[in-house]
């Protein structure tokens, strides 16, 4: 077993974040975990702008906002960075156990950081009934898919069109208006974005940049009764709710298409601090705590949006650095 003073869990903006911030308070000894081949996180994947305005003054892309940090932690040699490496078990006395390629490891550190971030809702969380055909993606994936991958509409790969010509999004989170803007960019058709409630989810900017710009049509008080498709979707129906989501007679219609993106939320990724026993709130998955950044077990922190989820990766960070900084007065408390 390698002991440690400090290990954070999470390579993107808040744990890089916390790493640069418990090093400039003082931590020298600091191991950061990443699961991924890169540090950056979603971020990577986010090629729009909208990034860094309140945190560095300056209007950045996904990518370019994640390596300010990445060079930040990679010129400090006091933080050792180990990719591609998942952590699979966290003890109560802070001891993980992670895979790395070729070998498990186990570490105890006297702090610990989780900067695991989220997940996105599924369709089945929602309750969509329907057939299971291809074409269902979140709109995170989706975005991994164009943004990452280059798999872009209209471009065959092995069967069918991936991720589609023809969408429909459930749901007016984030990353939905995003990734509506960016199928129509590149030559798909957004039918529609299909909102439950009376307005939309996501931020003003992105409701106005991405969709209204965009003359994408969105149906506020609507849900998706059902998804149809044998091998590939065919098309959704879809029926107004009223104010207490009760469907309202003779509203339902239905939309043609080949794909649907699901944007209707985020999920803190909390299931490791919960297998140590932290209290975690079952129906937002975050940690019960009285403080930001902190947990029911002494010494585990968690920032960022495994914490909760923020809207702007600036607020994050500002989190996060605070999570650091936590991190390193618990260590000099407990020396």
Not at 18 to 46: K, M, T, W
Not at 153 to 176: A, N, R, T
Request: hydrophobic share 40%.
């Amino acid at each position: 077993m390698v002991k440690k003073d400090l290990v954070i869990v999470g390579g993107g903006p808040a744990g890089m974040a916390a790493a640069v911030a418990a090093y400039e308070s003082g931590v020298r000894d600091i191991l950061l975990i990443e699961r991924d081949q890169y540090l950056g996180g979603i971020l990577n994947q986010c090629v729009h702008t909208g990034f860094g305005l309140q945190y560095f003054k300056e209007i950045l892309t996904g990518p370019e906002y994640a390596d300010r940090f990445i060079r930040k932690i990679s010129a400090i040699s006091d933080i050792e960075i180990s990719l591609r490496s998942f952590v699979v078990r966290l003890e109560s006395d802070r001891t993980l156990t992670y895979l790395k390629p070729g070998s498990l490891n186990v570490v105890r550190p006297k702090a610990l950081i989780m900067a695991t971030g989220c997940r996105e809702k599924t369709r089945e969380m929602i309750h969509i009934p329907g057939t299971r055909p291809a074409g269902i993606f979140s709109a995170g994936l989706a975005q991994k898919l164009i943004n990452i991958e280059g798999l872009l509409p209209g471009k065959e790969v092995v069967e069918g069109l991936l991720p589609g010509k023809e969408v429909v999004v459930i749901g007016s989170g984030d990353i939905g208006l995003i990734m509506a803007r960016r199928f129509t960019l590149e030559g798909a058709r957004v039918k529609a974005i299909i909102e439950i409630e009376g307005r939309s989810r996501g931020l003003v900017r992105n409701m106005v940049q991405c969709v209204e710009d965009f003359d994408i049509p969105v149906y506020f008080n609507h849900r998706v009764l059902e998804i149809h498709g044998k091998d590939r979707v065919e098309k959704v129906s879809v029926v107004k709710v009223d104010g207490s989501m009760g469907e309202l007679p003779g509203t339902g219609f239905d939309i043609s298409c080949d794909t649907i993106l699901v944007s209707v939320g985020l999920i803190p990724e909390n299931e490791l601090i919960e297998m140590a026993g932290a209290a975690v709130d079952k129906k937002t998955n975050s940690p019960i705590s009285n403080e930001v950044n902190k947990t029911s077990i002494p010494g585990v922190f968690v920032c960022g949006n495994s914490f909760k989820v923020y809207d702007l990766v600036d607020s994050v960070t500002v989190d996060s650095e605070l999570a650091g900084k936590s991190a390193a007065e618990y260590l000099r408390d407990n020396r």
